[in-house]
């Protein structure tokens, strides 16, 4: 089974205009919640995290909402700036148990000029 | 700081073939984590090392693959026989411990 899901394969907005992705999760015994950036070719790039016990973390454009109730986790981005075309995968850690990140399945994010 | 470092960046080979990826993580971490990436998913652990002890490898394929951590810092994935179903991107990430993990631009490998 997924824990981790990212509905949306693919997101498209203007340059300037706030992106918004999204991620929910089934397991409540995640710690944290992490997002990763993937140009093609390259490796996943640590964009950004938020611990469990926290419903918001903010760093530059990038911000990451957590809403534990709805097992829900969203990544805005404010502005849209072309060089943000990439893959965006949501990723969760268990701070018992496997102790390594479960990862969804990833949203492709276009920045239009 | 130097990155992860992974080679070969592209394998191609035949299918029964032997073949092996390599990982240089990032000096000082002493967590390293194989993960296989295939087309249009997200990354899924393989085997993860603790210094130079797998301390998870209950999603290594035990039949097919191998891996090692000699002196618990390079770390090699082997795969014997390879298989069609075994083309995919390899990534290989360090952490110094707890949930940032830092990923290498991965091994892509096409199995014919």
């Known amino acids: 089974d997924q824990q981790v899901k990212q509905n949306s394969p693919s997101l498209s907005v203007q340059e300037g205009r706030i992106s918004i992705l999204n991620c929910d999760y089934t397991?409540?015994?995640?710690?944290?919640f992490l997002w990763y950036k993937k140009y093609p070719a390259e490796g996943p790039t640590f964009l950004i995290s938020i611990s469990s016990i926290k419903d918001k973390n903010e760093d530059g454009r990038f911000t990451v909402f957590l809403n534990k109730s709805a097992k829900h986790l969203s990544l805005h981005i404010v502005p849209s700036q072309p060089g943000d075309s990439a893959v965006y995968f949501c990723a969760a850690w268990g701070n018992t148990g496997r102790r390594a990140l479960t990862f969804g399945s990833g949203t492709r994010l276009q920045v239009q000029p | 700081e130097a990155g992860v470092v992974q080679s070969p960046r592209y394998k191609i080979i035949e299918k029964k073939q032997p073949v092996a990826f390599w990982c240089n993580p990032i000096s000082g971490h002493n967590t390293l984590y194989w993960y296989l990436q295939n087309l249009g998913q997200g990354p899924e652990l393989l085997i993860r090392y603790e210094n130079e002890e797998a301390v998870d490898d209950s999603q290594l394929p035990k039949d097919r693959f191998s891996a090692e951590r000699l002196k618990g810092v390079d770390s090699t994935l082997k795969i014997q026989p390879a298989e069609l179903g075994d083309s995919a991107v390899y990534l290989c990430?360090?952490?110094?411990?707890?949930?940032?993990?830092?990923f290498g631009p991965g091994t892509r490998l096409l199995v014919l």
């Open positions: 397991n409540s015994m995640f710690d944290y």
């Open positions: 990430a360090s952490s110094p411990g707890g949930e940032t993990q830092y």
